[in-house]
T-cell receptor, first 110, second 116 residues
Framework: RKEVEQDPGPFNVPEGATVAFNCTYS??????FFWYRQDCRKEPKLLMS???SGNEDGRFTAQLNRASQYISLLIRDSKLSDSATYLC???????????FGAGTQVVVTP | DAGVIQSPRHEVTEMGQEVTLRCKPISGHNSLFWYRQTMMRGLELLIY????????DSGMPEDRFSAKMPNASFSTLKIQPSEPRDSAVYFC??????????????FGDGTRLSIL
C-alpha cells in the first residue's frame, strides 16, 4: 500500500464550479498536513496547511479526518488559474520529512 | 525575501560525466531536503539535513549519488558518474524547523538535468 494515495484525475471542472477530492495516508503518526499545488514544469508551492478542525483559505477548504486517515480539499468558484496538480502531503517524522502524494490533476475549463 | 536558490537551472551533459547541483536554503531555515521528480516515479525524497547534519539518506538511489552541506547556507548534490536514467528535475527545499510545529517546506525552482 502506498503511503499517500490520491486519485490522479484529471478532474475537469467548469469555471465557477466546485470540485473536491481526497487523499488517504497510511502513517497514523503523521502530525502535520499540507496541500501543495504544482503547475506544469514548476516547483511545488504550499497552498495551505491543514488543521485538525478543518480550515478555510478564501475559496479553498481543507478537512482532516484522523480516524479514517484522509485529507480533503474543496475548491469553490473555480478559476482558470486553479488548473494545476494538487499534492497531498502528510509529515512522516519529527525532522520535517514530508511524504508527497502523486497528485490530483485539476483542469478548469472556460 | 529570497527563496531557495538552486543552480544551475538546466544542465545537459553526457553520460559518465560528473554533475554537481547546488542549493542555497532560505536564511534561518534549519532543514534542507533534496528531491528528484520524474513522470514515472513522481516526487522522491533523496536526502535531508537538519542543522547541516544528514538525517536520512535512504532515498539516495546508489553510491553514484552523494550530498553535502558544509554550512547552513549551502548544499550540493553530486552524481558521479552520471547515467541517462538520472535525467529528472531535482528540487531543493528548506523548512524553518522540525515538523510538529506545522512547518512546510519551501522549494527552489529546480534543476532540469538531462544526461545524454
Amino acid at each position: 500500500r502506498k503511503e499517500v494515495e490520491q486519485d490522479p484525475g484529471p478532474f475537469n471542472v467548469p469555471e465557477g464550479a466546485t470540485v473536491a477530492f481526497n487523499c488517504t495516508y497510511s502513517n497514523s503518526a503523521s502530525q502535520s498536513f499540507f496541500w501543495y499545488r504544482q503547475d506544469c514544469r514548476k516547483e511545488p508551492k504550499l497552498l495551505m496547511s491543514v488543521y485538525s478542525s478543518g480550515n478555510e483559505d478564501g475559496r479553498f477548504t481543507a478537512q482532516l479526518n484522523r480516524a479514517s486517515q484522509y485529507i480533503s480539499l474543496l475548491i469553490r468558484d473555480s478559476k482558470l488559474s486553479d488548473s494545476a496538480t494538487y499534492l497531498c502531503v502528510p509529515s512522516t517524522d519529527s525532522w520535517g520529512k514530508l511524504q508527497f502524494g502523486a497528485g490530483t490533476q485539476v483542469v478548469v475549463t472556460p | 525575501d529570497a527563496g531557495v536558490i538552486q543552480s544551475p537551472r538546466h544542465e545537459v551533459t553526457e553520460m559518465g560525466q560528473e554533475v554537481t547541483l547546488r542549493c542555497k536554503p532560505i536564511s534561518g531555515h534549519n532543514s534542507l531536503f533534496w528531491y528528484r521528480q520524474t513522470m514515472m516515479r513522481g516526487l522522491e525524497l533523496l536526502i535531508y539535513f537538519n542543522n547541516n547534519v544528514p538525517i536520512d539518506d535512504s532515498g539516495m538511489p546508489e553510491d553514484r549519488f552523494s550530498a553535502k552541506m558544509p554550512n547552513a547556507s549551502f548544499s550540493t548534490l553530486k552524481i558521479q558518474p552520471s547515467e541517462p536514467r538520472d535525467s529528472a528535475v531535482y528540487f531543493c527545499a528548506s523548512s524553518p524547523d522540525r515538523a510538529y510545529s506545522n512547518q512546510p517546506q519551501h522549494f527552489g525552482d529546480g534543476t532540469r538535468l538531462s544526461i545524454l
